[in-house]
């Protein structure tokens, strides 16, 4: 069985800067991906950022993010990073790791969350 645990997670001022990580644990053969969701009051969840396995690991982000955001992953920690600067008060949300991963040698795979963390940007 795969855990996710996230941390980093707190308050900062307009402009501060916080990284989030989102350690996997347990049986891993190779990642498949990581990401990062956020949930706002009143809004729906979304995508902030994505990295793929292997040897490129490319990422995404959302439009509201990029610039501000990078995502990056330790392979042999098994861990992904989230470092969020120039933070803004609309970056307030429950952030939450996704991540889907090889979990043996017949490819069989493990999908899932973590128990998220939250970020709050005062003015």
């Known amino acids: 069985q795969v855990q996710l645990v996230e941390s980093g997670g707190g308050s900062v001022y307009s402009g501060g800067s916080l990284r989030l990580s989102c350690a996997a644990s347990?049986?891993?053969?190779?990642?498949?991906?990581m990401a990062w969701y956020r949930e706002a009051p009143g809004k729906q969840r979304e995508l902030v950022a994505i990295?793929?396995?292997?040897?490129?690991?490319?990422?995404d982000y959302a439009e509201s993010v990029k610039g501000r955001f990078t995502i990056s992953r330790d392979k042999d920690k098994n861990t992904a990073y989230l470092q969020m600067n120039s933070l803004k008060p609309e970056d307030t949300a429950a952030y939450s790791c996704n991540a889907e991963f090889i979990i043996d040698d017949a490819g069989s795979t493990w999908h899932g969350w973590g128990q998220g963390t939250h970020v709050d940007v005062a003015t």
């Open positions: 347990g049986r891993i053969f190779s990642t498949n991906f």
């Open positions: 990295i793929t396995g292997g040897s490129t690991g490319s990422t």
